[in-house]
């Protein structure tokens, strides 16, 4: 069954650092997202991207942060000079469409900032 | 603006009991209503979904929900819990109208079964 990938499970880096973290949205989805899940908090809309351009982010998806389709099968969520208040699990999602059809969502990136 | 709120932090329940977990959710315009699950240490799962058609959704592993427009809620319910159902629930909103259709969530209900 096609899945959506994300690498690293675990990320830790120091706050003010760069990090980037890699998701591959199953083969024959358009749209992709990017979730945040904050320990103890809800799962929190950051962006979604279609057709090689951003479509929709949320007012947390600041200057901070950038996302890019590299390439056919890569999709990336850039942080740069990562913050304390980063930290969370990072989850990718890809849909076949928008509307009714279902969201698939990799397994989560755990970033830690220290 | 939408909003989902579910009023349990926490279920716990006893294996082969019955559970309902609770989610209302708020919108000016008509929604799409999911719940996802999320076991330990992994991602989110689709249980159900429910989109139009008939209020009664039956979803994966037993669960089901129903939508209830006038009371903007949209329950889950398994008749008898398994162990392997402990996990994090999460409800989840988007609305039929709009560009992308992202996924609203409420804050999770942790469903502990004990033996």
């Known amino acids: 069954e096609p899945e959506v990938t994300q690498t690293p499970s675990h990320q830790v880096t120091q706050m003010g650092q760069e990090v980037i973290l890699r998701c591959v949205p199953i083969?024959?989805?358009?749209?992709f997202y990017w979730y945040r899940q904050i320990l103890g908090q809800k799962v929190e809309f950051l962006v979604s991207f279609y057709n090689n351009e951003i479509s929709e982010k949320s007012e947390i998806f600041d200057d901070q942060f950038s996302v890019e389709r590299p390439d056919g099968s890569n999709f990336t969520l850039k942080i740069r000079s990562t913050k304390l208040e980063d930290s969370a699990m990072y989850f990718c999602a890809s849909s076949k469409g928008q509307g009714a059809t279902e969201a698939f969502f990799g397994q989560g990136t755990r970033l830690t900032v220290v | 603006a939408q909003s989902v709120t579910q009023l349990d932090s926490q279920v716990p329940v006893f294996e082969e009991a019955p559970v309902e977990l609770r989610c209302n959710y708020s919108?000016?315009?008509?929604?799409?209503l999911f719940w996802y699950v999320q076991y330990p240490n992994q991602g989110l799962q689709l249980l159900l979904k429910y989109l139009s058609g008939s209020t009664l959704v039956k979803g994966i592993n037993g669960f089901e929900a129903e939508f209830n427009k006038s009371q903007t809620s949209f329950h889950l319910r398994k008749p008898s819990v398994h162990i392997s159902d402990t996990a994090e629930y999460f409800c989840a909103v988007s609305y039929s109208g709009g560009s992308n259709y992202k996924l609203t969530f409420g804050k999770g209900t942790l469903l502990t079964v004990n033996p």
């Open positions: 919108s000016s315009v008509s929604v799409y």
């Open positions: 083969s024959n989805h358009l749209y």
